[in-house]
């Protein structure tokens, strides 16, 4: 069973039942225990689930019968998200990666004064819903809607991803990408957990004037499982918390800007 057919699986009955036990995985999936934590620790840092000891429970106030995720956001999070959103220009045609930053920024994007100035695509499921829900509302007040494109694609843990989200990706141009961090270090640079999703990255920060990362305090000194590019490719870092010092000094070595919005 593939990674991701796992994810489905852990997911399908973590909303179905509450919560899975890591022994029953681990028979369910015929996989070892080390890889049903580390599936565990990967869907808990996307913010679908909780870990918990012998295994993960479904987030507080999430819908079961698997629907998109959602759970309340984190404090973290909307200080990550208002500072992404202070970078936006009115007129711009940006694109939103996934996890919980890109959410609570694309609701932020749609209560904004110049959202229907924008072009906003994304491959996150939870955020195309929200964008997709104001743009109808814009419709139904008789408001000229906001430019609105979903990336295609094999969906993968609510991201479309694969063959075809990569050739959306690079017949694009943006001006501001998003992407959450699950792994920024001095050495590695950006890394995810994905290979497809670290394909996708490449191409978007390679397409686009303006890339922005938004780096939970987690992320800081970790390095995923996919490279996805040095420092010296990012335009700005956001996040509440100061970085290790070793980074610090690597961000200011690679002229990259360092927003830090502490609490």
Known sequence: MLAHQRHDEILRQVNQNGSVRVTDLVTQLDVSEMTVRRDIRVLAAKGMLKRVHGGAIRLEGAPGGGNLPVS???????????????TIRPGS?????????????????????????????TNYLPVAKILDHAQQ???????????????????ENY??????????????YFHSVFIEAEGIDKDTGLSCENIDKAALNRVL???????????????????????????????????????????????????????????
């Open 205 to 263: 920060i390679r397409n686009c004037e303006f890339t922005t990362v938004m780096v939970p305090t987690r992320s800081w000194g970790r390095t995923a499982l996919n490279v996805v590019c040095p420092l010296n490719q990012l335009s700005r870092i956001v996040s509440a918390t100061q970085p290790p010092t070793e980074i610090a000094e690597a961000l200011t070595q690679a002229q990259i800007m360092l927003d830090v919005r502490e609490p």
């Open 137 to 155: 509302g814009q419709r139904d007040k008789g408001s000229a809607p906001a430019k609105v494109i979903i990336f295609g694609g094999q969906p």
């Open 93 to 121: 045609n940006v694109f939103i990666g996934g996890g919980g930053c890109g959410t609570i920024l694309a609701k932020l994007i749609t209560e904004s004064e110049f959202f229907s100035s924008l072009t906003v695509a």
């Open 72 to 86: 309340a956001p984190s404090g973290e999070e909307k200080i990550l998200a208002q500072a992404a959103l202070e």
């Open 159 to 172: 991201e479309n991803l694969g063959p075809l989200t990569l050739t959306n990706a690079s017949n694009f």
